[in-house]
C-alpha cells in the first residue's frame, strides 16, 4: 500500500522546536518532490515548504522562513522538517504530500501550492502554547 505516514508532532512551548518527520510506505521517495502542508481550525490549507527530488530546490512560507528547515533522506525515505522557534500561529495540523517528479524538470522542481500533490499523508497536530 502507497502510502505517506508523518510522525513528530505534539504540544510544545513558544520558542521552542518539533521535528516532524514524513516516511513513505510502499514507495521509494527519491523520484518525487515532496511538500509540508498545514491547516489551522477554520482556515485554508496552506504549503510551508517543499524539496525538490534531487535535493537541490527548497522553498519555503515567508511565515516560517529562517524558522523551518526541510531536508530529505532517500535511503530513508523520508523527509523531515525542523521547526524552531515556535510560534503560536504555527499551531494546526501538518500533512506531508509528494508528487512524483518529471523529467523535463531535472528533479529541481518543488511546489507549496495544494494543488500540485496527488498522494497525502493523514497529518500530525502541532499545536504551540504556554
Known amino acids: 500500500q502507497v502510502q505517506l505516514v508523518e510522525s513528530g508532532g505534539g504540544l510544545e512551548q513558544p520558542g521552542g522546536s518539533l521535528r516532524l518527520s514524513c516516511a513513505a510506505s510502499?514507495?521509494?521517495?527519491?523520484?518525487?518532490?515532496v511538500g509540508w502542508f498545514r491547516q489551522a481550525p477554520g482556515k485554508e490549507r496552506e504549503g510551508v515548504s517543499c524539496?525538490?527530488?534531487?535535493?537541490?530546490?527548497?522553498y519555503y512560507a515567508d511565515s516560517v522562513k529562517g524558522r523551518f528547515t526541510i531536508e530529505r533522506d532517500n535511503f530513508r525515505s523520508t523527509v523531515y522538517l525542523q521547526m524552531n522557534n515556535l510560534k503560536p500561529d504555527d499551531t494546526a495540523v501538518y500533512y506531508c504530500?509528494?508528487?512524483?517528479?518529471?523529467?523535463?524538470?531535472?528533479?529541481?522542481?518543488?511546489?507549496?501550492?495544494?494543488?500540485?500533490?496527488?498522494?497525502w499523508g493523514r497529518g500530525t497536530q502541532v499545536t504551540v502554547s504556554s
Open positions: 504530500a509528494s508528487h512524483r517528479m518529471s523529467l523535463s524538470s531535472g528533479g529541481d522542481y518543488c511546489s507549496i501550492s495544494v494543488d500540485d500533490y496527488d498522494n
Open positions: 510502499g514507495f521509494t521517495l527519491d523520484s518525487y518532490y
Open positions: 524539496i525538490s527530488s534531487s535535493d537541490g530546490t527548497v
